[in-house]
């Protein structure tokens, strides 16, 4: 087990490492320039200062290798386009909010999910399981702001149900998680609803029925542990995308968390942000994936890590 994670955290640096890189070169490529804004109210020597204190007056070699060196450091560098402020204490500030949204959509994902995905697999009621299959293949086909916003007209703007802006109160939560965890929810119907079904027809359920035991602990105990294997295995990368935020949902609902920042940052060109909030989202997802391997094994004692 140990050696297995230590292989996937290298191979997780080398990943990192080469996401970096792309995405380095890649905002380096983006038409245009972080001081656009100022430019009509900027001397050529202002502009001159502003590059030499980012470093963007150097070639751009160079600046990939002090910006990668400095990383090693745990330097991340300063906003260009939020003046004083680091892009460490940005991700500080902003990625809480967006992990409390983001772990209330999981759960919700996970409840949800397993409900109607075990519903959809044991009903002998053909409605119910259309219903369930429609339902979630529409979240998976979608767009989640699409039904973000249909929600917002519906329970926001003509019931008046539920506030649309901010997180100051636990109704503000609702309309953004739920609509964060509509496809995630979806995926795990469709995910627990296939794996139950072929669980329910192996060999050692039908020996644990002919024992007498009730139908529910037969689902419970030989049928569901079993058939959460490939629930397991997406639910880290799943979480790690809901904690780090829909770029799209937080802006919509005007969330300050760290997927509305990402979007911001894109849009003012402030290539240190980026550069650090890739990194972060990256390393997130490296992390879960390998969690949720790991739990994927200590459920099940047949999968083997490392092979």
Known sequence: MLKY?????????????????????????????????????????????????????????????????NVLHGDFGESISKKGQTVADIIALRAPVTAKLGVIAFFISIGVGLLFGIISALTKKRWVNSLITTLATIGVSVPSFLLAMLAMILFGVKLGWLPLVGLSSWKHYVLPSIALSLSSI????????????????????????????????????????????????????????????SLVIETLFSVPGIGAEFTQSITNRDYTLVMGLTIFFGALVIVMNLVSDIVAAIVDPRIKLGK
């Not at 996937?8 to 990943?15: A, Y």
């Not at 995910?191 to 329910?200: E, Q």
């Open 5 to 69: 994670i230590v292989k996937r955290l290298l191979v997780g640096i080398v990943t990192l490492f080469i996401l970096a890189t792309i995405v380095f070169f890649g905002v380096k490529a983006m038409p245009g320039n972080p001081f656009a804004k100022q430019d009509k109210f900027m001397s050529p020597e202002a502009y001159a200062a502003l590059e030499r204190k980012y470093g963007l007056d150097k070639p751009l070699t160079e600046q990939y290798v002090i910006y990668m060196n």
């Open 186 to 245: 979806s995926m795990i119907t469709r995910l627990s609803r296939s794996s139950l079904r072929d669980v329910m027809n192996e060999d050692y359920i039908t020996l644990a029925r002919s024992k007498g035991t009730k139908e529910l602990w037969v689902v419970i105990k030989h049928g569901l542990k079993n058939a959460l294997i490939p629930v397991i295995t997406y639910s880290g990368p799943m979480f790690a995308g809901l904690v780090t935020g």
